[in-house]
């Protein structure tokens, strides 16, 4: 499935070296990142380690989109979606907030993922913890 490239510190341009940048203008990294692999067996990634450069989702070429992965930001998970013909990527990020104003609020971030194909969705979303859960819709 073409190589996987990898941050590698000596890769970073000299103006901001560790820093990844869009349009000139840095951009924090995420808890997990997107890769996209070719049928011609090139890839796009999110936060590319060689160039330092982010990539947007409408970047991806999606009549070319063989595989879809989700990687966490220390490289130990991977999510990896398959596609054929029909099918249209969807990936968004849900910003949580759970109780409010209360004590108990929590903030938190799911990272989603999936597919449609006709009238079918399917959405991953990866929790926090690192599990996932698979559903029509997101799970909030």
């Not at 990142?33 to 330092?52: H, K, V």
């Not at 004590?103 to 989603?112: D, W």
Request: proline share 5%; net charge negative; with cysteine.
């Amino acid at each position: 499935m073409g190589e996987d490239k990898q941050y590698n510190a000596k890769d970073a341009p000299e103006k901001n070296p560790g820093v990844f940048t869009f349009n000139g203008q840095p951009v924090s990294p995420e808890a997990y990142g997107w890769q996209a692999f070719y049928s011609d067996g090139s890839s796009l990634l999110q936060f590319d380690g060689a160039t330092m450069l982010f990539h947007r989702f409408s970047e991806i070429d999606q009549s070319r989109l063989r595989t879809f992965k989700m990687v966490s930001a220390d490289g130990t998970k991977n999510l990896l979606l398959d596609f054929s013909e029909g099918m249209k990527l969807i990936h968004y990020y849900r910003n949580v907030c759970l109780q409010f104003g209360t004590p108990q609020e929590q903030r938190f971030k799911l990272y989603c993922f999936g597919y449609q194909k006709g009238d079918q969705k399917v959405i991953i979303s990866i929790w926090p913890n690192g599990e996932v859960s698979v559903g029509e819709n997101h799970p909030l």
